[in-house]
């Protein structure tokens, strides 16, 4: 039944591994959500030193028409790695009821061998 425990073991491994992927989305995530507030306010601190906060006007800095480009592609792509995670989560569950079922058939297995030991011994006896 060696196959048995080796399928527990290859069923913890992609546990393992999806755990980390999301672990890594949420870690992204964050860096993201950092990067877009550091950005918010160089963009307000610059347009406090010019005074003016219309987008459209023809004196806008250029350094806040930057960061407010930047920060909207980091919310877009966070947008993105929320929607990954999602997805990551749904695998996660799946992997984790594939574990369970291979690990309730390893249990059932010992059980099997160690009456099927037990019963052997019995007779020697």
């Known amino acids: 039944m060696k196959s048995r425990e080796n399928l527990v073991r290859l069923k913890q491994f992609r546990v393992n591994e999806k755990r980390r992927q999301l672990l890594q989305l949420d870690m992204m995530i964050a860096e993201f959500e950092r990067m877009a507030v550091e950005l918010e306010l160089q963009i307000t601190a610059e347009e406090k030193k010019a005074g003016i906060t219309d987008i459209n006007h023809f004196a806008y800095p250029t350094f806040a028409k930057a960061a407010r ?3 909207d592609n980091l919310r877009n792509s966070q947008s993105d790695l929320a929607q990954q995670r999602s997805a990551a989560e749904s695998l996660l569950g799946e992997a ?3 574990l369970s079922k291979a690990e309730m058939l390893e249990s059932r297995d010992t059980k099997i061998r160690e009456a099927e030991i037990g019963g052997r011994s019995a007779m020697i006896g």
């Open 69 to 71: 480009l930047r920060r």
């Open 96 to 98: 984790e009821a594939e």
